[in-house]
């Protein structure tokens, strides 16, 4: 059982290029997040989705997009990547906490250098 | 405003004595529920603890508890007979019953060093 996993793990960029993201999970969640951290910072919601096909703004969206063609898929994008996007990426994945306390499933994150 | 302040930036603790990670939260939500994830220093995000709002008894898992205080608005992370292996940063979360995303939101972390 994988869990949650993303690909790449490490990556570098140069300003302007674009790439993206893969979060995959194999525990039929419904719901999917992309976060980001930076030094000194916790996690940051970046977009998530409640269910296959549908996709939402978090807090800091700018310069993202995202798609949730399959259920099991998450895909982050970054079109046009700059400096400020240097980061690790992590995905998360859980249910619907109907009973409050099912957890987010983490992936083992994704170094993002942006030269 | 900040919605999860954790205030230790840094810790230590001896080895095998308890130390407690101070958190705060904020919300109007009644509903609402308050996690507690370690990161080492290889990366992952590991769930620790849960607390909802209406439980009645603070939470505990093995060595971990949560001194949860309701009305203060705190949620603490206890940790037992600290290990070596407990050297990490330690991030508290919460999630809030009326936002509909379920997303949670994080402090910005407490780095706890356990000295042999």
């Known amino acids: 059982n994988a869990g949650v996993t993303q690909t790449p793990k490490f990556r570098v960029l140069k300003t302007g290029q674009s790439m993206t993201l893969l979060c995959a999970q194999d525990?039929?969640?419904?719901?999917m997040y992309w976060y980001r951290q930076d030094p000194g910072m916790g996690l940051r919601l970046i977009h998530y989705s409640v269910g296959e096909g549908t996709t939402a703004k978090g807090e800091v969206p700018d310069g993202y997009n995202v798609s949730r063609l399959k259920k099991q898929n998450f895909l982050l994008g970054l079109e046009s990547a700059a400096p400020s996007q240097t980061s690790v990426y992590f995905c998360?994945?859980?249910?619907?906490?109907?009973?409050?306390?099912?957890?987010?499933?983490f992936g083992p994150g994704t170094r993002l250098l942006v030269l | 405003a900040q919605k999860i302040t954790q205030t230790q930036p840094g810790m230590f603790v001896q080895e095998k004595e308890a130390v407690t990670l101070d958190c705060t939260y904020d919300?109007?939500?009644?509903?609402?529920?308050l996690f507690w994830y370690k990161q080492p220093s290889s990366g992952e995000m590991i769930f620790l603890i849960y607390q909802g709002s209406y439980d009645q008894q603070n939470a505990t898992e093995g060595r971990y508890s949560l001194n949860f205080q309701k009305a203060r608005k705190s949620a603490n992370l206890v940790i037992s007979a600290s290990q070596l292996g407990d050297s990490a940063m330690y991030f508290c979360?919460?999630?809030?019953?009326?936002?509909?995303?379920?997303?949670?939101?994080f402090g910005s972390g407490t780095r706890l060093l356990v000295r042999p």
């Open positions: 998360a994945s859980s249910q619907r906490p109907a009973s409050g306390t099912e957890t987010q499933y």
């Open positions: 979360a919460m999630r809030e019953g009326l936002d509909s995303s379920y997303k949670l939101i």
């Open positions: 919300t109007s939500d009644p509903s609402y529920g």
């Open positions: 525990m039929n969640h419904e719901y």
